[in-house]
T-cell receptor
Framework: DTGVSQNPRHKITKRGQNVTFRCDPI?????LYWYRQTLGQGPEFLTY????????KSRLLSDRFSAERPKGSFSTLEIQRTEQGDSAMYLC??????????????FGSGTQLSVL | DQQVKQNSPSLSVQEGRISILNCDYT??????FLWYKKYPAEGPTFLIS?????DKNEDGRFTVFLNKSAKHLSLHIVPSQPGDSAVYFC??????????????FGKGTKLSVKP
């Protein structure tokens, strides 16, 4: 399977704990995105990487959130001191940016985070 | 403010009939539009897209229409099948700074196709 892979699929944590999610993009894709989706809403952009460089961060991404993409391959999203409002589906997507737009994002199955 | 709006939270259609899902946008800089389908507990799956230089794009049973003057696009599914039952998201992006910007999504429309 060469799709976008996310681990874990589900994560239950207590408020105040740190959590880390992993995303493995489609291998030839140079862009990697993180989105968050809550019930009844569409996916909301958090941040994206072009290769290993983090090029944009949404204002939704508080300083408790940090994302990395070492060596431009897999990515991790860490949330420190989790709050109940962080409960959501965290989606990773990748794409191939050829420099002339019209890129399609391919999403993973997401990590469902529940903060108790 | 919502830049991409899907005003119908749900739509119910009989199998074999046409499903029409609508989407409005407010940002005139958007130049690329996509539709994604999402089943429960899965990530969104790309369905069809359209560039702002076109007004129609067709792929099998799926056709997307773009009306730039009205800032409106629609997805037509003909004929509808029970397997089409899912949440459909409209998304848009704008070319800026020499690259395509991130996708902005609507809230989705839940389509139910009844046998």
């Amino acid at each position: 399977d060469t799709g976008v892979s996310q681990n874990p699929r589900h994560k239950i944590t207590k408020r105040g704990q740190n959590v880390t999610f992993r995303c493995d993009p489609i291998s030839e894709h140079n862009r990697l995105y993180w989105y968050r989706q809550t019930l009844g809403q569409g996916p909301e952009f958090l941040t994206y990487f072009q290769n290993e460089a983090q090029l944009e961060k949404s204002r939704l991404l508080s300083d408790r959130f940090s994302a990395e993409r070492p060596k431009g391959s897999f990515s991790t999203l860490e949330i420190q001191r989790t709050e109940q409002g962080d409960s959501a589906m965290y989606l990773c997507a990748s794409s191939w940016d050829r420099g002339f737009g019209n890129e399609k994002l391919f999403f993973g199955s997401g990590t469902q985070l529940s903060v108790l | 403010d919502q830049q991409v709006k899907q005003n119908s939270p749900s739509l119910s259609v009989q199998e074999g009939r046409i499903s029409i899902l609508n989407c409005d946008y407010t940002n005139s800089m958007f130049d690329y539009f996509l539709w994604y389908k999402k089943y429960p507990a899965e990530g969104p799956t790309f369905l069809i897209s359209i560039s702002s230089i076109k007004d129609k794009n067709e792929d099998g049973r799926f056709t997307v229409f773009l009306n730039k003057s009205a800032k409106h696009l629609s997805l037509h599914i003909v004929p509808s099948q029970p397997g089409d039952s899912a949440v459909y998201f409209c998304a848009a992006s704008a070319w800026r700074g020499g690259s395509q910007g991130n996708l902005i999504f609507g809230k989705g429309t839940k389509l139910s196709v009844k046998p």
